[in-house]
């Protein structure tokens, strides 16, 4: 069974998602990017990291926690480092 903080997580990292798309279609690259980092900095409060070694641990037990972190690389960018360092992180687990 998926835990309430889990679902909380998926929501989150989808109502995260769709208001950067919405401000890369409607901001040039250099502000969107340096919108992105306020953003994720403000949201996630520093907290991303231990979200995805949840998610990362969870996915035994739980299908839906891959596609999460899929969806918070796609809203990180591919160059970020928690990305970088999640995805390898990902793969090693899955493979």
Same mark, same amino acid.
């Given at each position: 069974?998926?835990?309430? +903080?889990?679902?909380? +997580?998926?929501?989150?990292?989808?109502?995260?998602? =769709?208001?950067?798309?919405?401000?890369?279609?409607?901001?040039?690259?250099?502000?969107?990017?340096?919108?992105?980092?306020?953003?994720?900095? +403000?949201?996630?409060?520093?907290?991303?990291? +231990?979200?995805?070694?949840?998610?990362?641990?969870?996915?035994?037990?739980?299908?839906?926690? =891959?596609?999460?972190?899929?969806?918070?690389?796609?809203?990180?960018?591919?160059?970020?480092?928690?990305?970088?360092?999640? =995805?390898? =992180?990902?793969?090693?687990?899955?493979?």
């Amino acid at each position: 069974m998926v835990s309430k +903080e889990k679902i909380l +997580e998926l929501l989150q990292a989808t109502f995260l998602s =769709r208001i950067l798309l919405f401000a890369e279609a409607s901001l040039p690259e250099s502000q969107f990017r340096a919108y992105r980092k306020l953003v994720l900095d +403000e949201f996630w409060k520093g907290k991303l990291g +231990e979200a995805l070694d949840g998610m990362l641990a969870s996915l035994g037990d739980d299908p839906s926690a =891959r596609e999460a972190m899929l969806d918070v690389f796609a809203v990180l960018g591919d160059e970020d480092p928690l990305t970088v360092e999640y =995805r390898r =992180r990902l793969s090693s687990a899955l493979f």
